[in-house]
Every structure is written in structure tokens, then in C-alpha cells.
């Protein structure tokens, strides 16, 4: 079992303010179980070294998923895009480990796990995801930043069965790494290369 299980989504060419997050939390690849749950490309400042870092994790241990801003890549023929549709194409689009789902976007709860879709639980293709969850699972995802819930800075969503970790880093806001297994949140703002990595207890219903 590993000591901690963390999560981040959402980080949309911010690879630089992840290695920060990391260090900040003294990540252990060799103990701890990193899960990144999409979105590496797009909006931010350096697309390539974010995969490339991403790779880098996956090598060491890491569990990284597929977001809905991968599957834009695989519909470009360009080539910085075409060099990563093979990684890309490769990348699970959900992961259950113990109490957890993690996903993108959701899952669609009129079908099992198993019949999940791709472009849907990326949110590539809209549909209506995460009601009527499995009582004793908990989904952990992001895609819908915090902003548009009605959230400030870097606070993220918790219901009883849903943790949205998406801050905002597609939006030059902030980036979160989320411990489960301690419940503290790690958070950076993007935009400021300076900026303090914020670091707060979080209660986990």
C-alpha cells in the first residue's frame, strides 16, 4: 500500500508549478501513489515540457489519465502533437484505487465502469456525468474549474461523493495537489513564478 495517495489535475502547461507542488508535499515516487487526472496541454505556458515531465512521472511510478485537451492533440496533424499520439493514446481515461474513482471529467452512472467512454468521462463529449454515484465510492476530478462552481482562489469542491481538484491553472489561476491519505491540499498560483505555495488541512466528507 503506498503512504500517501495524491492527486492534481488540470495543469495545462504549468509543469514548472507542479514540480513545485511536489517538492512542496516531499513526494516520494518509491512510497507515495501520484494519480494526474488530465488536461497536461493547452491554455498554459509550456505544453511539451509539461508531457515530457508527465512522462517522466509515469516512469516512476505515476498514474497519469487521459483529459478532454489530450484528445484535441490527437486531432491535430502537426508535429509537436503527432510526436505524443502514441503516449497519448495510451493513457487510461479512469482509475480505481480503493474508495476512489479518479476520472477527468466523470463517469456516466448509467453505465459500469467497464462501458465507460472515452470522450465522455474526459468531457470530450458532453454528457450528464456524476449523479447518482455508487454509494461507497468517492470521484475525484476536475475539468470544471472551481470558478465556475462559485469558488474563490483555491478552494476546491467536496460533496459526500465528489472532489473537484480544478483550480483554475487553465485560467492562469491556481494549481492543486490534493493528499487524500493526510486531507492537505498544496496550491499555487500559476501566474507568479514567485508566487507562495499555499498549504492547508482539508475535511474530506
Known amino acids: 500500500m503506498p503512504k500517501r495517495l495524491l492527486a492534481v489535475s488540470d495543469i495545462h502547461g504549468h509543469g514548472k508549478s507542479l514540480a513545485r507542488l511536489l517538492k512542496a508535499a516531499h513526494y516520494d515516487a518509491k512510497d507515495d501513489q501520484l494519480v494526474l487526472i488530465g488536461d497536461y496541454v493547452n491554455n498554459g505556458p509550456d505544453s ?8 517522466q512521472l509515469v516512469n516512476d511510478g505515476a498514474i497519469a489519465l487521459v483529459g478532454n485537451h489530450e484528445l484535441r492533440w490527437l486531432e491535430r496533424k502537426d508535429k509537436p502533437a503527432i510526436q505524443w499520439h502514441q503516449f497519448i ?3 487510461p481515461y479512469y482509475k480505481v484505487i480503493g474508495q476512489y474513482i479518479f476520472v477527468h471529467a466523470g ?12 470522450a465522455v468521462v474526459t468531457g470530450h463529449a458532453p454528457e450528464n456525468l456524476n449523479h447518482f454515484l455508487p454509494k461507497n465510492k468517492v470521484i475525484v476530478h476536475g475539468h470544471v474549474p472551481n470558478y465556475r462552481l462559485g469558488y474563490k482562489k483555491d478552494h476546491i469542491h467536496i460533496e459526500p461523493r465528489v472532489i473537484d481538484i480544478d483550480t483554475g491553472a487553465g485560467h492562469n489561476q491556481y494549481l492543486t495537489l490534493l493528499d487524500l491519505t ?9 501566474s507568479d513564478d514567485d508566487a507562495k505555495i499555499q498549504e492547508r488541512r482539508v475535511k474530506l466528507k
Open 48 to 55: 511539451v515540457g509539461t508531457l515530457k515531465f508527465v512522462k
Open 107 to 118: 463517469i456516466d452512472t448509467s453505465k459500469s465502469m467497464r462501458k465507460q467512454s472515452r
Open 89 to 91: 493514446n495510451e493513457l
Open 182 to 190: 493526510s486531507q492537505k491540499q498544496y496550491s499555487v498560483k500559476v
